[in-house]
């Protein structure tokens, strides 16, 4: 008896075991079946946002930060030991080119002058005599009332004389350019910077009396990055290159042209020096200042614009996915001519395809795409410039 029931226990609590395993590895709803039906179906089709391309002049544009530097800066020192009698000039003051500046004490120089002048003078007066005896011997000799010899002597005389009165002149002219020393006047004109010397000082040789700078016109020095040295050669032979500027914290242009390229590729750093010149005679440009500069070296005509984001990149090549006719995702290879902010001038399209710009990182060339309403509405069906406001259509510059 004992034997029976254990018997029925044992196979009641089999009954239990399979009864649980049985609900316990039930397929859930939609498994197994569900996925089948789906792997039968196959993938739906990828939701994308889709954008035409633009035509636009897109301007190739170097950037770069720079320097104002003046075209010339001269630091005026006497040429002579004296002392300051006047300054005729104000710190800060613009200045012409002859403008007296400063007056040194010219007594001593005015003395010389006189000296030589008198020389001068003394030697006409000595050269006018033995002239005329020459003169009054030639006659004599004429006459046979004196000897050839007499005659050679006065002539050598009067050459002697002559050459005298030639150096005395010279001395003289030396004399006025060390006077003229003891007047300093503006070399060019310019601005005027910090005086030193005031009326008593003595100065010499070494001594800053001020500097002068150039403001007008001025030069922005900037370098370039070696890779650009071509582009901005070809510009250059072009004809004249544009080069704007903007200061710090402003967005109005100031406009010049490209006057000078280095010609030496510095090693070290793989840069080109660069400077332009600028009219600035309203002297918003400082020496010393940090500028912005944009440099244009060439123009991309009726090009066609498209959003970098669409464009992909890998050991397949360039390319971008359009919409085919049949809905699905086709692939063009394209090749970037320019970047600029956030899109790119490119080649290798038609004009007239969509280009999927978002959900493409799920694609594969032949897959299905539903094109998303939004962009169907804004993108595609508009030709609104990709990824831009059709303000930002016009500059087609990159920020």
Not at 221 to 229: D, G, R, V
């Amino acid at each position: 008896m004992k034997k029976k029931t254990l018997g029925i226990l044992v196979g009641v609590a089999v009954l239990i075991g399979a009864g649980a395993w049985h609900f316990t590895h039930k397929p859930a709803e939609g498994q197994g079946g569900g996925k089948a039906g789906a792997n039968a179906m196959g993938q739906g089709p990828t939701t994308v946002n889709v954008v035409a391309p633009v035509r636009q002049d897109v301007p190739v544009l170097l950037q770069a930060n720079g320097t104002v530097s003046p075209i010339s800066t001269v630091d005026l020192h006497p040429q002579t030991t004296s002392t300051i009698v006047k300054v005729h000039v104000k710190e800060g003051q613009f200045v012409k080119e002859g403008e007296l500046m400063f007056s040194l004490d010219a007594r001593s120089e005015a003395a010389n002058l006189d000296k030589a002048e008198a020389q001068v003078l003394k030697d006409r007066a000595t050269l006018a005599d033995l002239e005329r005896q020459y003169k009054r011997s030639q006659e004599l000799l004429n006459q046979k009332f004196i000897a050839q010899g007499a005659v050679d002597t006065l002539k050598s005389q009067v050459e002697g004389a002559r050459a005298t009165l030639e150096a005395d002149i010279a001395a003289a002219r030396a004399q006025k350019v060390s006077q003229s020393y003891t007047a300093i006047r503006a070399p060019m004109a310019g601005r005027v910077g910090a005086i030193n010397v005031y009326p008593g000082s003595l100065v010499q040789l070494s001594t800053s009396l001020a500097v002068i700078t150039q403001l007008n016109p001025i030069n922005v020095a900037f370098t370039l990055p070696e890779s650009s040295l071509a582009a901005l050669l070809d510009a250059q032979r072009a004809g004249k290159v544009a080069v704007q500027v903007f200061q710090n914290n402003s967005n109005q242009p100031i406009d010049g042209q490209l006057s000078f390229i280095d010609n030496t590729v510095d090693p070290v750093a793989g840069v080109i020096r660069v400077k332009a010149q600028f009219d600035n005679r309203d002297t918003r440009l400082w020496p010393g200042q940090y500028v912005n500069t944009k440099l244009t070296v060439q123009t991309l005509k009726d090009a066609l614009v498209v959003p970098q984001n669409a464009i992909i990149t890998n050991t397949r090549g360039t390319f971008v996915y359009t919409v085919a006719p049949d809905n699905t995702a086709a692939v063009v290879n394209v090749q970037r001519l320019h970047a600029f902010g956030t899109q790119a001038a490119v080649t290798g399209l038609k004009g007239d395809e969509k280009i999927i710009v978002e959900g493409k990182q799920n694609l594969r060339p032949g897959g299905k795409i539903r094109i998303a309403d939004a962009a169907g509405k804004h993108g595609g069906a508009k030709g609104a410039h990709p990824g831009q406001a059709p303000g930002q259509q016009q500059k087609g510059k990159a920020e």
